[in-house]
């Protein structure tokens, strides 16, 4: 597709982690791009010089309508909402409201402007504890927290308006996210985040005391939670991949899983840092959290055969230095 064919994009919550890597993939690829975001938790910095940036709420539908025509939007890039798992579970009324009631709002907004394509920001906490070494998009949603069931409940809410509007959709179930720009543009940069790699990180450089590692009585190899962590930047990749595909083929939705369909526990990620670093991060073991599972792993075959989607950065040693050398620009942009 040619920059000129290229539709424009409004990207929610374009200021925040996987928000902002997306922009990012989208400039880089010749797309024109606007972001809105109330910037709860996101940041200015992170969005590049030149894209036109909202301050709002995505179910704020005056603002959406003016963002659309001003902007000729013909596709939603939807990040924006609430992410903590065990927040969830002290707080899901929160999480109904942010990521499902809003999403709601955004998705009758781009139907009543007639945006013809949406990209969504789901998760593998859909899955819940499946009973088998890697999910497929076909394994039984189970969800097991309030978290989990907020995306779901949009998933379905795409697919029911999908059948009865003309739009497609594209639900992404994103596997554990780490990792930073390899540029070192943009990256995690929220105060006290929950993302393991981003903690461990934050203590190889001073910035924590330890690591505590939620739970040692999983059923794993060594007792802690396995995971499949993907790059951000590859995962920005897909979505850029999955805008093309929709448009292609403007009757067919997507739902895929992005992982990279291996799993590494807590300590092995910790060994990595450790690694990585050449330092040896302190480890205090506690209790299991709520909503927690003891494996969560892709099976990425989906979206492998469907988009022509290579991983660039498929390693997780390399996934750490790229969020190491975020974390010390952070440093450096907060005058630390």
Same mark, same amino acid.
């Given at each position: 597709?040619?920059?000129?064919?290229?539709?424009?994009?409004?990207?929610?919550?374009? /200021?925040?982690?996987?928000?902002?890597?997306?922009?990012?993939?989208?400039?880089?690829?010749?797309?024109?791009? !606007?972001?809105?975001?109330? $910037?709860?938790?996101?940041?200015?910095?992170?969005?590049?010089?030149?894209?036109?940036?909202?301050?709002?709420?995505?179910?704020?539908?005056?603002?959406?309508?003016?963002?659309?025509?001003?902007? &000729?939007?013909? !596709?939603?890039?939807? $990040?924006?909402?609430?992410?903590?798992?065990?927040?969830? =579970?002290?707080?899901?009324?929160?999480?109904?409201?942010?990521?499902?009631?809003?999403?709601?709002?955004?998705?009758?907004?781009?139907?009543?402007?007639?945006?013809?394509? $949406? *990209?969504?920001?789901?998760?593998?906490?859909?899955?819940?504890?499946?009973?088998?070494?890697?999910?497929?998009?076909?394994?039984?949603?189970?969800?097991?927290?309030?978290?989990?069931?907020?995306?779901?409940? +949009?998933?379905?809410?795409?697919? @029911?308006?999908?059948?009865?509007?003309?739009?497609?959709? %594209?639900?992404?179930?994103?596997?554990?996210? /780490?990792?930073?720009?390899?540029?070192?543009?943009?990256?995690?940069? +929220?105060?006290?985040?929950?993302?393991? *790699?981003?903690?461990?990180?934050?203590?190889?450089?001073?910035?924590?005391?330890?690591? &505590? =590692? $939620?739970? +040692?009585?999983?059923?794993?190899?060594?007792?802690?939670?396995?995971? #499949?962590?993907?790059?951000?930047? @590859?995962?920005? /990749?897909?979505?850029?991949?999955?805008?093309? !595909?929709?448009?292609?083929?403007?009757?067919?939705?997507?739902?895929?899983? %992005?992982?990279?369909?291996?799993?590494?526990?807590?300590?092995?990620?910790?060994?990595? =840092? #450790?690694?990585?670093?050449?330092?040896?991060?302190?480890?205090?073991?506690?209790?299991?959290?709520?909503?927690?599972?003891?494996?969560?792993?892709? #099976?990425?075959?989906?979206?492998?055969? +469907?988009?022509?989607?290579?991983?660039?950065?498929?390693?997780?040693?390399? *996934? *750490? !230095?790229?969020?190491?050398?975020?974390?010390?620009?952070?440093? @450096?942009?907060?005058?630390?």
């Amino acid at each position: 597709m040619t920059d000129a064919a290229k539709p424009s994009v409004l990207v929610t919550g374009g /200021a925040g982690y996987i928000g902002s890597h997306a922009v990012l993939a989208l400039r880089d690829a010749g797309w024109p791009v !606007a972001v809105i975001d109330n $910037f709860s938790t996101g940041f200015r910095f992170a969005i590049p010089d030149g894209v036109p940036i909202y301050e709002g709420d995505i179910a704020d539908r005056e603002l959406l309508a003016r963002i659309f025509t001003e902007q &000729n939007t013909r !596709a939603v890039m939807h $990040f924006a909402g609430s992410i903590v798992v065990p927040e969830s =579970v002290s707080d899901p009324l929160k999480y109904y409201n942010n990521n499902t009631v809003k999403s709601r709002a955004l998705i009758e907004a781009a139907v009543g402007s007639g945006v013809p394509h $949406f *990209i969504f920001s789901s998760t593998a906490a859909i899955y819940g504890m499946p009973e088998v070494a890697a999910v497929t998009e076909d394994t039984p949603p189970a969800p097991i927290n309030p978290y989990g069931w907020s995306k779901l409940m +949009t998933e379905q809410m795409l697919g @029911d308006t999908a059948n009865a509007h003309a739009m497609n959709f %594209c639900a992404l179930r994103y596997f554990n996210v /780490a990792g930073a720009d390899p540029q070192a543009r943009t990256g995690q940069s +929220t105060e006290g985040a929950t993302h393991l *790699i981003k903690i461990a990180v934050e203590a190889a450089l001073g910035k924590r005391t330890h690591v &505590n =590692v $939620f739970g +040692t009585d999983y059923d794993t190899p060594d007792g802690t939670g396995v995971r #499949d962590y993907i790059h951000v930047s @590859d995962l920005a /990749a897909a979505h850029v991949l999955a805008l093309e !595909a929709l448009i292609e083929q403007p009757k067919r939705s997507l739902t895929m899983n %992005c992982g990279y369909g291996r799993g590494f526990s807590v300590l092995e990620v910790l060994d990595a =840092v #450790d690694r990585v670093t050449n330092l040896t991060v302190e480890r205090r073991m506690e209790g299991r959290r709520a909503g927690d599972s003891d494996s969560l792993i892709s #099976d990425p075959s989906r979206i492998r055969k +469907t988009l022509p989607w290579e991983p660039k950065h498929a390693d997780l040693d390399v *996934i *750490i !230095a790229h969020a190491l050398q975020w974390e010390r620009k952070l440093s @450096d942009l907060r005058g630390e």
